[in-house]
């Protein structure tokens, strides 16, 4: 009893003296209190990966998905095959739409402190990854997004107010203040509806792409989850069915290095890249540079050509980093490196872009202070617009017995009996 | 007798009149299918084995060579994948009818089910649907032991925003799964599969009886529909009432045939939306409520179907409910015929019942 795992019940079998077998638990290179290090990261310079052709055969890119695309260099010159030589216009768009969206966010971050509303969730750092994807996609094309994507809708012009009208489950809720905070749905923006469920989009991505191949139609499907939820179940059904059908759809993977309090080793980033799933799909696989927008720009529209082409499914991984909190709900430095953010070696996609331009000489710093001056204006006016038709727990809802509508198509006979008796009860009671 | 009456126009208010002939309840189901590809091309089939081999139970054979692969394919193996892309589909435009090979493998698909396709009107207040219908051969007495004799429909009637419909004839089979497909909302379509190839009335050790000869083999060739929602007076009575549904109304039909007892069975049909009406009317006659199903008894739909007439019909009862299920155990093997509510269990309940 002594050596109860050592010898106990397994005395005079076999093996006996073998070492005894150790399980690795994955931690994270720094936490709190502790240095960040980034020292494991192999970071190629810009321009250094080569650029495959659309056409080309999944098994002769492999190497795509250990690499890492990269356009904008650390003089914010763009470089390499994989520039995509986008118009002063569009950099400029790409520039005002991710400060948008950081200004969006900073608001309603600010609006949920003050008890406006629930929950919030930033995109901060992250900004790149749906905006570039968004503008390298077609307008039509369809969008399954996951819970940070909000810049897609931003890039895609929807009205910040209906959003803001979301965020507070207001009288101007187009959701009827169902859905949690920023689980927006916005079918004219070909926009999904989220849920709150994690890769669920994967699958139903691939679903709405096949469909669009089966009618012969022309447009593709993207979808977009989390590193830590490549873990899902959902993310592998929809690999195999984007393989086995090859469908015109784009899968990104979002590798912020953070699910909550979970470092991207708790998904297999110690033994593999995210990019490198595609490989055992055989699908093509991407790995980017998610700070550089030029790069999730080019990565996007390679991906989008070669679907529309008929040349199947792309997996793309955005190397990234989350960094606020996982939401409203959380604090990370309870669990890492306060340092991390700041020197994350892949710097700030805002920053990077605006320092291109600058390079261009199509900006400047007073422009872009006037910019981001102009953005915080916009969005405080959109909220004060937004807060006339309500804010979370302060009365303007829509009207109770919404409840049970939409549940079916056609209310049956237990929800309208239950509506009614809602009502009534309410009603005895003076309310 | 009025409920009944009521009932049987409601089941025949969409039939349009066309050829009838003798089938049995997978060609019927195939039928259904193919009825409803050529009147909507956005229907399409999918599943495992569903496609150029036309399924394990036969239900999609044929319909691949006619409509071809885009509407009709195989699937990888992943449930929650299946249910996953018809979500997808639906949100398209398509209207998919995902085939799960049997009811035991839908737990995969759960979260696609319950979460996804089930919450889509809701949550994104009617900007998306999910008009799926989810075919799957449920229920025991084929000797599938417990991975293929389960029948989980109470988990799905649990869940806000998805339809569970279980047909216990032919003629039922195709008008019930053609009014499912053309429905807007998610439904799960349970098929009997002990009695798809005829009437079981549970007596296992007797030869198996084949549809011909049956009044509800007698399936019209075309269209026609059977609304979601509206039981069917399987027998009209005046001593007690039974409710069932799918294998279970045979069975209960035989016992009562045997007793000579004059019962109303009731067969439910659609359990959400329940035919609420129809019950209530039935019991009040009746003034006994017997309720018989295959699936385990706690939580089981049967007790949702308890409490519901007790609620209605309290004061009209004149013995307490009865209800006959599976036993809370996994679906034994070798013990199958022991775990089945069959004839010496419903004899019981109805001698009990009808002396209290």
């Keep these: 009893m002594s050596d109860p795992i050592g010898s106990v019940g397994i005395e005079g079998q076999a093996g006996h003296n073998l070492p005894p077998l150790r399980l690795h638990v994955p931690e994270p290179p720094a936490r709190p209190g502790e240095s960040a ?20 055969p999944p098994a002769d890119m492999r190497d795509m998905a250990y690499g890492l695309v990269r356009v904008l260099d650390e003089e914010g010159q763009a470089v390499g095959p994989w520039n995509p030589r986008l118009p002063a216009e569009t950099l400029l768009k ?45 307008r039509d094309d369809m969008c399954f997004p996951s819970y940070r994507q909000q810049g897609i809708l931003i890039a895609r012009d929807w009205p910040i107010i209906d959003m803001m009208n979301q965020i507070y489950s207001n009288t101007g809720d187009r959701l009827k203040g169902r859905q949690l905070p920023i689980m927006y749905s916005a079918r004219e923006a070909g926009f999904f509806s989220i849920s709150g469920n994690l890769t669920t989009q994967y699958p139903q991505a691939v679903g709405w792409a096949m469909a669009s191949a089966a009618k012969g139609d022309t447009r593709i499907a993207a979808t977009w989850c989390g590193e830590g939820s490549t873990a899902e179940g959902d993310f592998h059904s929809a690999c195999t069915f984007a393989s086995v059908y090859r469908a015109p759809v784009i ?18 980033a110690e033994s593999t890249t995210f990019a490198a799933r595609a490989v055992g799909y055989g699908i093509a696989g991407l790995r980017v540079d998610g700070n550089d927008i030029l790069a999730v720009y080019a990565a996007t529209r390679w991906a989008a050509d070669r679907a529309r082409a008929n040349g ?90 919404s409840m049970f509508e939409e549940v079916f198509e056609e209310m049956p006979w237990h929800l309208k009996e239950q509506q009614q008796q809602m009502l009534d009860e309410w009603k005895a009671a003076g309310l | 007798m009025e409920g009944g009456r009521a009932v049987s126009e409601g089941m025949t208010q969409d039939e349009a009149r066309t050829d009838v002939q003798q089938m049995n309840m997978i060609q019927a189901i195939n039928s259904a299918m193919d009825v409803m590809m050529e009147r909507d091309p956005d229907v399409v089939v999918m599943g495992e084995d569903v496609g150029y081999f036309g399924g394990v139970f036969r239900a999609t054979a044929g319909l691949q060579q006619k409509y071809g692969k885009n509407r009709v394919f195989d699937t990888p193996i992943t449930e929650c994948g299946i249910i996953g892309v018809a979500v997808g589909m639906g949100a398209y435009g398509l209207r998919p009818v995902p085939e799960i090979q049997f009811a035991d493998y839908i737990y995969p698909a759960l979260d696609q089910l319950v979460s996804e396709a089930a919450r889509l009107r809701y949550r994104s207040a009617g900007e998306f649907i999910s008009p799926m219908t989810v075919r799957s051969p449920f229920g025991g007495g084929i000797f599938g032991g417990q991975t293929h004799s389960q029948s989980p429909e109470g988990i799905f009637t649990h869940v806000s925003g998805v339809k569970t419909v279980i047909p216990s004839t032919p003629y039922d089979a195709k008008g019930l799964l053609i009014a499912a497909i053309e429905d807007n909302d998610p439904t799960i379509f349970f098929e009997p599969k002990r009695i798809y190839n005829g009437p079981f009335d549970g007596h296992y050790d007797t030869p198996a009886k084949s ?39 045979h069975v209960v039909e035989h016992m009562v045939a045997t007793l000579n ?27 006994r409520c017997l309720i018989v199903h295959e699936a385990t008894r706690t939580s089981g739909f049967g007790a949702e179907l308890s409490a519901l007439v007790q609620e209605r019909c309290f004061y009209h009862l004149e013995a307490p409910i009865e209800r006959v299920t599976g036993f809370d155990t996994p679906y034994p093997h070798s013990l199958e015929w022991a775990y089945f509510p069959g004839p010496v269990r419903i004899r019981e309940a109805i001698n009990k019942i009808l002396k209290d």
């Design chain 1, 37 to 56: 290090d980034f020292t494991h990261f192999d970071i190629p310079p810009a321009g250094a990966q080569a650029r495959p052709d659309e056409a080309c």
């Design chain 1, 94 to 138: 790409m520039l005002r739409y991710m400060a948008l969206t950081r200004a969006f966010d900073a608001r309603m971050f600010r609006a949920q402190r003050q008890g406006k509303t629930s929950f919030y969730m930033k995109s901060t750092g992250e900004e790149a990854v749906s905006i570039g994807a968004a503008l390298a996609l077609a």
């Design chain 1, 251 to 268: 899968m990104n993977v979002v590798n912020n290095q953070w699910a909550i309090s979970s470092f991207s080793g708790f998904a297999g």
């Design chain 1, 312 to 401: 199947g499914p792309t997996l793309i991984e955005h190397f990234t980093y989350r960094v606020e909190g996982h939401s409203t709900s959380d604090d990370p430095s309870a669990y890492r490196s306060a340092e991390e953010s700041s020197q994350w070696p892949l710097g700030d996609p805002i920053a990077r872009l605006k320092q291109h331009c600058i390079a261009l000489g199509i900006w400047d710093e007073e422009r872009h202070a006037a910019m981001d001056q102009e953005l915080a204006e916009l969005v405080r006016d959109a909220a004060r617009a937004s807060e006339k038709n309500g804010i979370l727990g302060h009365g303007l809802h829509h009207p109770m017995e």
């Design chain 2, 211 to 249: 549809w011909a000869g049956h009044a509800q083999a007698q399936v019209p060739t075309g269209y026609y529909r059977i609304p979601l929602g509206k039981a069917r007076i399987a027998r009209a009575g005046e001593e007690l009432t039974i409710l069932c549904y799918g294998t279970m109304v």
């Design chain 2, 261 to 287: 007892v004059d019962a109303e069975i009731i067969d439910l049909r659609t359990l959400v939306p329940l035919d609420i009406e129809a019950i209530e009317a039935s019991v009040k006659k009746t003034g």
